[in-house]
Antibody, heavy 113, light 112 residues
Framework: QVQLQESGPGLVKPSETLSLNCTVS????????WSWIRQPAGKGLEWIGR????????NYNPSLKSRVTMSVDTSKNQFSLKLSSVTAADTAVYYC??????WGQGILVTVSS | DIVMTQSPLSLSVTPGQPASISCKSS???????????LYWYLQKPGQSPQLLIY???NRFSGVSDRFSGSGSGTDFTLKISRVEAEDVGVYYC?????????FGQGTKLEIK
């Protein structure tokens, strides 16, 4: 069964760029939509955006669009998220997800100096 | 953006009793392809969300038949026929007919 694993720094300084990777195992990244979702502590889920590997088409949440970049590295079976100019409000658990079914375990990213 | 509104926000259920969660969307989730893009997830304590139901009423692989989804247009319901201790967590509905995809606020289920 497909598994997803987020990785990246757990601490990012304000105004810097948050960078996360999601490694996919047990299946190819060549098809499906691949999404990022985040969840501040004790709060609900916010969809950040998605990428479709075929053609690299992306869709971002308008609330974050100016700061978000997603990409896919087919050779590593991995996709990534970059969120620029972060503030404390970006502190959250970040999840990656395939289509609507399989999720990663999540990674806590704290924005603090 | 489509707003998803769940009710109740919390419920306490005796094991073996049924439970029901409502989800209402601010716009119809019926697509021109005939499908309705409404999903239900359960986030157990300390875990990532897991898919229970897709496209209103289809149980995902491995999901107990105690879970069922129904509804159409803008009104949807998740029902648990007999609640068990393992059903504890927060239930979310989500729409994917329109970008950005959006989630309900979540309904926390606890056991009495």
């Amino acid at each position: 069964q497909v598994q997803l694993q987020e990785s990246g720094p757990g601490l990012v300084k304000p105004s810097e760029t948050l960078s996360l990777n999601c490694t996919v195992s047990g299946g190819s990244i060549s098809t499906y939509y691949w999404s990022w979702i985040r969840q501040p502590a004790g709060k609900g889920l916010e969809w950040i955006g998605r990428i479709y590997n075929s053609g690299g088409s992306t869709n971002y949440n308008p609330s974050l669009k100016s700061r978000v970049t997603m990409s896919v590295d087919t050779s590593k079976n991995q996709f990534s998220l970059k969120l620029s100019s972060v503030t404390a409000a970006d502190t959250a658990v970040y999840y990656c997800r395939r289509n609507f079914d399989f999720w990663g375990q999540g990674i806590l990213v704290t924005v603090s100096s | 953006d489509i707003v998803m509104t769940q009710s109740p926000l919390s419920l306490s259920v005796t094991p073996g009793q049924p439970a029901s969660i409502s989800c209402k969307s601010s716009q119809s989730l019926l697509h021109s392809d005939g499908k309705t893009y409404l999903y239900w997830y359960l986030q157990k304590p300390g875990q990532s969300p897991q898919l229970l139901i897709y496209e209103v009423s289809n149980r995902f692989s491995g999901v107990s038949d105690r879970f069922s989804g129904s509804g159409s247009g803008t009104d949807f319901t998740l029902k648990i026929s007999r609640v068990e201790a393992e059903d504890v967590g927060v239930y979310y509905c989500m729409q994917s007919i329109e970008l950005p995809h959006s989630f309900g606020q979540g309904t926390k289920l606890e056991i009495k």
